[in-house]
């Protein structure tokens, strides 16, 4: 029997649970038309809330709709490498030669469903196709069969706004045309509020905002009972709670938690109470190599340093104020920090002046390495 657990980034999920809503959404988007709001989903939400498996899921649901995928990560080049490798092969699979014809909007829209690709030669205008002709060229195409493209792009904290900016041109034009196209971004929330704030661009000030989170504690035993099961073993009531409290809802902890409660002792048809007392100091281990050491190598020395000086509590909320006395800081500097670390989901606001801890176990990891 083989571990069901999968407590890698990005890797899909045995079970995931907590997202029917935002997979039902994308699909009345695709079949409902241009105008659905869920047509552009910008998701935001904390190392290891799952963004990248969603995003993996939206692009199944589109596939699932016969929909094509154009599935990027941000970073600098994108522009070129959607038109020059990504989109091309996509283009020729669904009977567009960009090269030799450039099917226009007019001729497409008079065909209607079921017609085939019109084209007109542009030997007389020499062209040049550009991601914009690309995705309207693929968009049209599909649409004339009642499909559209689907485009899921991760990481948009990688980029620059200006790497990012001839895909968001791209898309405006087709939601402006009234093309098939639907867009969803992920990242971290700071970096993706710093990039599309203020938008210019309708379509992304439209957008529909995803924040994920923590999951409901009914889920999260769903999600640990169910694999073990169709894996072939159960776990008894007492080890699941245990494992439910130490996941906090925190998506990424059910993977790691269920990973060692699977390995505690594989060969047992039931994970007793003895194996998970066991499995959860190596799954807190394991948040600390794979979220909290990252998260915290990304932040500045000020960022870590209020971290440090809310870690002085052994538990529950800090207030500003004693933050500010153990940094020997000012109140207007502190309140900078617990801004951008808030921005950054790495904290939350818990009650008047006070702060907490947004990532399970962040705490221990701040006080055994302080
Ligand atoms: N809804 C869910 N149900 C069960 N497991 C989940 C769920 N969402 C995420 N996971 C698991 O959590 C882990 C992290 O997910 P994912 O890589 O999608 O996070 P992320 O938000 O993209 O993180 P990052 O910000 O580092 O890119 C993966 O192992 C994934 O399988
Ligand atoms: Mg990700």
């Not at 069969?145 to 792009?153: A, D």
């Not at 992920?186 to 999951?215: E, K, S």
């Not at 979220?291 to 870690?311: E, I, K, N, Q, Y």
């Amino acid at each position: 029997m083989s571990n069901p657990f999968t407590p890698t980034f990005g890797v899909t999920p045995p079970l995931l649970v907590g997202r029917d809503a935002e997979i039902s959404a994308l699909n009345r988007a695709l079949s409902a038309g241009p105008g659905d709001p869920a047509r552009a989903i910008v998701c935001t939400g904390a190392r290891g809330t799952g963004k990248t498996v969603l995003l993996n899921a939206l692009e199944d649901t589109a596939r699932d709709s016969g929909w094509a995928v154009v599935s990027v990560t941000a970073h600098p080049g994108l522009a070129d490498e959607l038109t020059q490798t990504v989109l091309p092969p996509l283009l020729a699979a669904h009977g567009v030669d960009e090269f030799t014809s450039h099917v226009t909007g007019a001729s497409a829209s008079v065909l209607g469903v079921g017609a085939s690709v019109s084209r007109s030669v542009t030997e007389r205008y020499p062209f040049t196709p550009s991601l914009r002709s690309e995705l309207t060229d693929l968009a049209t195409a599909l649409g004339l069969r009642g499909k559209g493209v689907f485009i899921s792009l991760d990481e948009v904290h990688r980029a620059r706004r200006t790497d990012l900016e001839p895909l968001f041109h791209a898309v405006q034009h087709a939601f402006r045309e009234g093309l098939p196209v639907a867009f969803a971004a992920a990242g971290l929330p700071a970096a993706v509020h710093a990039i599309l704030n203020d938008d210019v661009l309708t379509f992304l000030r439209r957008a529909q905002r995803w924040t994920l989170g923590d999951l409901p504690e009914p889920l999260v035993a769903e999600a640990l009972r169910g694999p073990i099961a169709l894996a072939g073993r159960t776990i008894s009531q007492a080890a699941l709670d245990l494992a439910v409290e130490t996941v906090h809802g925190y998506p990424f902890l059910i993977q790691v938690v269920g990973f060692e409660l699977w390995s505690a002792q594989p060969d047992s048809a039931e994970i007793s109470l003895r194996q998970a007392r066991a499995a959860v100091p190596r799954a807190i281990d394991a948040a600390h190599r794979l979220v909290h050491d990252p998260a915290l190598r990304d932040l500045s020395p000020g960022d870590r340093a209020f971290l440090t000086a809310m870690a002085v509590d052994p538990e529950g909320p800090t207030t500003v104020a004693d933050i500010a006395e153990r940094l020997n800081a000012s109140r207007g500097h502190v309140n900078k920090y617990r801004a951008r670390l808030i921005a950054a989901e790495v904290i939350e606001p818990s009650g008047r002046g006070q702060v907490d801890f947004a990532l399970p176990f962040l705490r221990d990891y701040l006080r055994q390495t302080a």
